[in-house]
C-alpha cells in the first residue's frame, strides 16, 4: 500500500486548505483511511478517518466542526478539508491506512501505512 498525500501549505488563521491521499494497492475496500499530524516538540495526534466501505467517519475533538474527511471510493482517494485554520492547527500532516474500524482505536492502535507527510502552517 502506498499513499500519497498532498495540499499542504501556508495558510492565514481563519483560512481553509484541502488535503488529498491516493491510496495504491489496496486489494479490498475494508481499509481505514485517515489522517495523523504531528507539530515539533509535539505528540502525535490522530485527526480523522473514514471507513472505505461504509464510509463510516470519526473526528477528533480538536477539530470536530471544523475539518470534513470524505472518500472516493473509485480513485481511492480520501480529503481532508480544513476550514477556519487556527495555529494550533499547525502541523505535518501524515495520510495512513490500515484494516480496522474508523472509530476511537484509529487513534490508539499502530497502523500500518504511512504516507510521506505534507506541512500546513497557519500563521497568526
Known amino acids: 500500500v502506498q499513499l500519497q498525500a498532498s495540499g499542504g501549505g501556508l495558510v492565514q488563521t481563519g483560512g481553509s486548505l484541502r488535503l488529498s491521499c491516493v491510496a495504491s494497492?489496496?486489494?479490498?475496500?475494508?481499509?481505514?483511511i485517515g489522517w495523523f499530524r504531528q507539530d515539533q516538540g509535539k505528540e502525535r495526534e490522530g485527526v480523522s478517518c473514514?471507513?472505505?466501505?461504509?464510509?463510516?467517519?470519526s473526528y477528533a475533538e480538536s477539530v470536530k466542526g471544523r475539518f470534513t474527511i470524505s472518500g472516493n471510493n473509485v480513485s481511492n482517494t480520501v480529503y481532508l478539508q480544513m476550514d477556519n485554520l487556527t495555529p494550533e492547527d499547525t502541523a505535518i500532516y501524515y495520510c495512513?491506512?490500515?484494516?480496522?474500524?474508523?472509530?476511537?482505536?484509529?487513534?490508539?492502535?499502530?497502523?500500518?501505512?504511512w504516507g510521506q507527510g505534507t506541512l500546513v502552517t497557519v500563521s497568526s
Open positions: 495512513v491506512a490500515d484494516r480496522i474500524y474508523c472509530d476511537s482505536s484509529f487513534y490508539k492502535v499502530p497502523l500500518d501505512f
Open positions: 494497492g489496496l486489494t479490498r475496500d475494508d481499509y481505514v
Open positions: 473514514i471507513l472505505m466501505k461504509d464510509g463510516s467517519i
